[in-house]
């Protein structure tokens, strides 16, 4: 596609419940980032992918958090049991330059009841 | 610990002022130094810089890296209520580290 884009826009659950949250990256991306962010603050990096292998996921704050790449395309971070403090808005980056560069999906706003 | 620390935190101007956003940076391995700018939801690319004294220039907005004194500025001449955004300083170093941001907000 033209660009990142994010499934759904908008998730709305309950404390305990599992949610998944699907990126689909720009074509021939090989690198992929998970960041979430709270209300005043900027991105916050959870996990990163080259290709299909977890390069770092140093950011991912707990092991109730978990996320895929299969076949090095599409990813998806998977919150288990999730808590009120999960709420945020969940953003999806491509890459694939040496430097850096990313390009950022819309998002997920995650909202935990 | 990787830090990257945005000044000032928001800003107030009227239209056709010139504003100078403040980043500084200490981080390991670092790559590059890129600028967003958040409207809504997803940042958008504005400059990536990997070079010291190297001014990158967008229009009325331009950039610049020192690698030494370890900071990036962000420049916007003759300020529009369109430039009204959080603007967005992240370093790449395999991963990415972001600032807070500054939310600029231009009155007409």
């Known amino acids: 596609g033209a660009g990142v884009s994010q499934t759904p826009s908008n998730k709305v659950t309950e404390k305990g419940k599992y949610v998944e949250l699907r990126c689909d990256p720009i074509?021939?991306?090989?690198?992929l980032y998970w960041y979430r962010q709270s209300l005043g603050q900027g991105p916050e990096f959870l996990i990163y992918?080259?290709?299909?292998?977890?390069?770092?996921d140093s950011g991912l704050p707990n092991d109730r958090f978990f996320a895929v790449r299969p076949e090095g395309s599409v990813s998806t971070l998977k919150i288990q049991r999730t808590e009120r403090g999960d709420s945020a808005v969940y953003l999806c980056?491509?890459?694939?330059?040496?430097?850096?560069?990313?390009?950022f999906g819309p998002g997920t706003r995650l909202t935990v009841l | 610990e990787d830090k990257v620390v945005q000044s000032p935190l928001s800003l107030v101007v009227h239209e056709g002022d010139t504003v100078t956003l403040n980043c500084s940076y200490e981080v390991t391995n670092f790559r590059s130094l890129l600028w967003y700018k958040q409207e809504k939801k997803a940042p958008t690319f504005l400059f990536m810089l990997t070079s010291s004294g190297i001014e990158k220039k967008s229009g009325r907005l331009s950039s610049i890296l020192d690698k030494k004194e370890l900071f990036s500025i962000l420049n916007i001449t003759a300020t529009q209520t369109g430039d009204s955004a959080v603007y967005l300083c992240?370093?790449?170093?395999?991963?990415?580290?972001f600032g807070a941001g500054t939310r600029l907000t231009v009155k007409p």
């Open positions: 992918f080259q290709g299909t292998g977890a390069a770092d």
């Open positions: 992240a370093v790449a170093k395999g991963d990415m580290r």
């Open positions: 074509s021939g991306h090989t690198a």
């Open positions: 980056a491509s890459g694939g330059g040496p430097r850096g560069e990313q390009f």
